[in-house]
């Protein structure tokens, strides 16, 4: 059982950075692929980016390659999602979530976190 708490979302603007974590609590979190979803309003929930235990394997969304960066410290119980070069359609509410096994680019994820917003200020 995995407990996911994110935090570092807030207002931005185009062109802004920022990153967001996600901490775990309980055990074996090096089990557990990782991923971060979106959701913006009145839009289905997507996959932004997701890796795998060690952190070799990764994945993402077409549209935030070469901008975003998903990474993750395993003593931490921590994964990390660094945006860069934001742009207003980043704006949506983000989610953490695990499932053991390989990464999956559907939504079958075991355990998922509250959610963390960033708004475009502009």
């Known amino acids: 059982q995995l407990q996911l708490v994110e935090s570092g979302g807030g207002l931005v603007q185009p062109g802004d950075s920022l990153r967001l974590s996600c901490t775990a609590s309980g055990e074996y979190f090096n089990a557990y692929a990782m991923a971060w979803f979106r959701q913006a309003p009145g839009k289905e929930r997507e996959l932004v980016a997701a890796?795998?235990?060690?952190?070799?394997?990764?994945y993402y969304k077409d549209s935030v390659k070469g901008r975003f960066t998903i990474s993750r410290n395993n003593a931490r119980n921590t994964v990390y999602l660094q945006m860069n070069s934001l742009r207003p359609e980043d704006t949506a509410i983000y989610y953490c979530a695990a499932q053991t096994g390989q990464i999956v680019t559907s939504e079958d994820y075991e355990f998922w976190g509250q959610g963390t917003q960033i708004t475009d200020s502009s």
């Open positions: 890796t795998s235990q060690s952190g070799a394997g990764t």
